[in-house]
């Protein structure tokens, strides 16, 4: 038996360093969500601007290594966007008042995509609790634009993994989706 050998370890810096050095890339990744619903009222540069309070407030002193912040800032770009569809949602059904528990199927098509954000999210988290691989797998594809390779590169896995996790990811949101 072959021993797989281990991706090569990178260099840790602060969450500042990382912001400041992919600020560019994670603007792109937000602008690039955010083109893909319409009726989203947040700017890419707001949405950044959330990413960098969100991560400063949960671990301002951490220290990880470009691919895992990339990873990390999709996913959180992701719960931001899922939050803000959410909060509208609620604003258009009474806002202060107690939220409705909705089945998927019975949600309203006149609310567009910002019911998708939302159903794709709760589906994300189930799929999440379930598969956290294939999870992280759906995230850098979808919200972050990575590559199958790019993908196995950032999580220390191999392509066939990333293609496989993909695949059984992608049928079981579709029929998530589909309910």
């Not at 603007?27 to 989203?40: D, I, W």
């Not at 800032?73 to 509208?88: M, P, W, Y």
């Not at 806002?95 to 709760?122: C, H, K, N």
Request: net charge neutral; hydrophobic share 40%.
């Amino acid at each position: 038996m072959t021993e797989q050998p281990h991706p090569p370890k990178e260099t840790q810096y602060p969450l500042d360093a990382h912001m400041a050095e992919l600020y560019p890339v994670v603007q792109r990744l937000a602008a690039a969500q955010l083109r893909q619903y319409a009726g989203m009222t947040l700017e890419p540069g707001d949405l950044v601007s959330q990413l960098y309070i969100k991560l400063q407030q949960s671990e301002p002193d951490r220290r990880i290594g470009r691919t895992h912040f990339v990873s990390l800032a999709v996913r959180v770009i992701r719960q931001l966007i899922a939050d803000h569809a959410r909060g509208r949602s609620r604003q258009k059904r009474g806002g202060d008042q107690a939220p409705l528990t909705m089945t998927l199927s019975g949600i309203s098509d006149e609310q567009g995509s910002v019911t998708r954000i939302a159903r794709f999210d709760e589906c994300l988290e189930r799929l999440e609790r379930m598969d956290a691989a294939a999870a992280e797998v759906v995230g850098l594809k979808v919200f972050g634009g990575l590559s199958g390779e790019e993908i196995a590169e950032a999580m220390g896995i191999g392509s066939a993994t990333v293609t496989r996790k993909w695949a059984m990811a992608r049928a079981w949101l579709g029929n998530e989706l589909a309910a």
